[in-house]
Structure formats: C-alpha cells, structure tokens
C-alpha cells in the first residue's frame, strides 16, 4: 500500500500549482494526470496571464515555454460581412513582466509540471485515477486504473477539471447541466513568425489576441477568439452546450464559419492546420460553485467552476485556487487536522482573494445573457449598420443620415426595450 501526504488528481494549472508549492515546503506529494504526459489533453485559447503564475514561481517567464508577451487586445463585433473592432495597444504590456502571454498548453503544462517534479512531487502521468477511497466518511485516497492501484493520503486535491467525474461519483457535485457549460473548439494553423508579424503590425515577438463576437457564434452565447503564438495562430470558438444542441449546429460548423468571415479569413490565409482541439467550460458562475471542501479533500480550478468567461479567465483562477488550496493544507497540516472544518479556511481565502470576489460580481451575469440572446444577434448586426451607413459619403446631409438611423435603430428594436437591455446589463455586470 502505498502512502503520501497529499495525492493531487489532475494535473493542470491548478493540480500543478497545488503540488508544486506543497513539495517546495516539503510535503510528500504524488500527482497523477491520466494524460500521457501533463498538457496532452489540455486545451485553452489561450492567455496565461502572469501575476498569478509569478505568485507560485517568480520570474518563470524568463524560462518557461511561452509564446507571445500580448501588446495589444482587441474586440471585434461581426456582422454577416463586417465588423465593428474595438481594441487597445499599450507598450506598457511588453514592459518586464509582460501582463499576459499567448500559450500552448501542451508545452506550458510539460514545463510548469517538470518544475514541480524538481521540486519534489512525485508525478504519475497515463493513470486514470477511477475512484476515491472514502472511509468512515471521510475521504482517505484514491484508486488507480493500475494493478494494486490503491493510494492513500492525508488529504486529496481533486483537480480534474470541468468534468470532475471524481466529484460525481463521490455526490460532491452535481453533474454540470447544459446551459452552463460552453462547448470549445480550436484550431493552431502554422504560419511563419515574420508572416505573423506584419499582419497583425507587430515587432519583436510580440503578441495579439482578438475576441469575436456576434456572428463568429452565429448569434448564439459565446465568443471566438484568434491569438497570435510564435509562428503559429489559435483560432477557436465556444458556445453553450444548450444553445449548440437548440441551433442544431457543430462546433465544427461554427469554427469553419468563424475562419471564413471576411476580416478573419485574411490573417489566417495560406496557415497550414497542425492541431485540432475540443474542450468544456464550465460557464455557471459563482452560483454554480459547488461546496469546496469535504472530510480529507479540496476542490480546485475547473473541477470547482471557477472560471470567469467574461474576462476569458480561467487558468489564472485555476493557479490562484491551486495555491490557496495549498496554503490551506500547510496550515492543517500543522495542527494534523485535515477534517471539512480545518480544510474550511480554503473557501474564506477564495472569498477574500479576486476568484470568488469577481465570480460573485457576475453572478447574474449567466442568467442575462441567457435571457438577451439579441446581444449577440441584433446589436452586431445593428451597429455594424449604423457604423457603414455614418461612414458612407453619399451626398446625403449628416442630420439626415443621423434620423434615418435612428429611425432603423428603433424600428429593429424599440427604445424602451433598448433602454431596458442597458439597465439589465447594468445590473448584471456592475
Ligand atoms: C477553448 C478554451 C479557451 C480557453 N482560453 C483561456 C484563456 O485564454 N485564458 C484562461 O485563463 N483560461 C482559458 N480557458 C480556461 C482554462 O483552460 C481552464 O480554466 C484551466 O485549464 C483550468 O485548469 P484546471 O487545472 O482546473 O483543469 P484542466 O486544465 O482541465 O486540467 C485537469 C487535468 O486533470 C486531468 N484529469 C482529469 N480527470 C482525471 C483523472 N480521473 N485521473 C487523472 N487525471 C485526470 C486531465 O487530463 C487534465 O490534465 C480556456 C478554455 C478553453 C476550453
């Protein structure tokens, strides 16, 4: 029989961060990903931003395997044939530390997982972990899809991401329903690092991301995205589960129309694909957040649905969680009490820290958006209208031009509903 201090289930951002900084203060820990190696099944869009990660290990950007410092983010609205591109560039974000970089999981995840095994961890890569041994109501470890696959520990961290079977099984959480759950898919199309560069007008390796909304989900809840890594592109999309199953559609059938729209199509031109991805986000929010701790285990990262999708963060909840979870862990360590009540503390510090405090200032949010779907149907549409027809010179006088809009704003949707919209978005998101 074996035996460790702590068995951590998954490791991703937060499975890795937990281990990693348990064994740096010197904790016998063992980490088991079922993946062949850690990232292999690891999909994000995705922006590693990098305060969170320094909070574990400073200055791991000078080593780790990261794609592109982002200097500039930008928001396009699609329409059918246009878009509306709001966006900001500042040098500020290429200074030391960068705020954020583009990543790829397979790499990151390889790295920041080879530096918990330097730091002690004791990593079992390619085991399902099937069950959770529970004894006396207490969970007191794990069993391993391998013969005599049984562990036991002091305490588990179960960081299975969004599925979180383990969780199930063991009635610690509700199996995710449709509507808060979105569908991924991406793809990384290589494109030469120079070709990268003059068409998203950048220098130096820098880097850009641009959200997509309105058509690029074809008017469904969701966003596209397209990032700029080193000589590569990431392009990908997710939408509800709920509303892909409602509109009949694929992801597939959403990522192709996503790269064939006019603004898109451009910069992703003559890539060549080299990976295809598909993945869930657990989109329900603060309201969703199952109970995190129980008799001898904690919950993090997705596995607890702590992803802020409006922000397009959830490795950064991910790591925070990991290392609050660890935190926790040393500190029932010392008293040798790792019963719900000691572990408890795990909650207050996700309470007092940014996870739960942003989680819970959208808590609405899931249900607005749920309840405007004309947010990502009619206004792309509309503002893209009023944006060619203010821009089009056609003799016709700006007064004129001005009523005529008006007039097509309100015959679309009238202003008391429009008003309506902004007041409820309000109320969502302030
Ligand atoms: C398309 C897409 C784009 C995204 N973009 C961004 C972004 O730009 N920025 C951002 O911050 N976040 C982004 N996210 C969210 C982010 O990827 C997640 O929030 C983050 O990966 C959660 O980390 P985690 O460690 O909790 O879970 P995961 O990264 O999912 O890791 C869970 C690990 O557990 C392993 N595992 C599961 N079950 C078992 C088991 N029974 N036994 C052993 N191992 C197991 C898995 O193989 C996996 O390695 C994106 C997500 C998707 C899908």
Known sequence: MRRFEVIVVGAGPAGTAAAYLLARAGLEVVLFERGPYPGSKNVMGGVLYTRMME???????????LERPVVEQNLWILSADAAFKIGHRHEVFAAEPPNCFTVLRAK????????AVEAGVFLVPETLIEELLVANGRVVGVRAGREEGEVYADVVVLA????????????LREEIAPQNVAVAVKEVLALPRKEIEARFNLTDNQGATIELIGTATAGLVGTGFLYTNRDSLSVGVGVLAADLVEAGLTPYDLLEQVKA?????????GAEPREYLAHLIPEGG?????????EGLLIVGDAAMLVNSLHREGANLALTSGRLAAETILEAKKRGDFSASALAPYRQRLEDSFVLADLKKYQEAPRFLATHPHLFQLYPRLLNEVAREWLTVDGVPKREKQRAIWRRVTQARPLRRIIGDLWAAWRALR
């Open 261 to 269: 729209h006019p603004s898109v199509r451009p910069l992703i031109e």
């Open 286 to 294: 603060y309201r969703e957040v199952p109970s995190l701790v129980h």
């Open 108 to 115: 990151f995840d390889q790295w920041f997982a080879q530096q």
């Open 160 to 171: 299975e991401g969004v599925n979180a079977q383990l969780a199930q099984q063991a009635g």
């Open 55 to 65: 909070e574990i290990i400073p200055g791991f950007w000078r080593r780790a395997p």
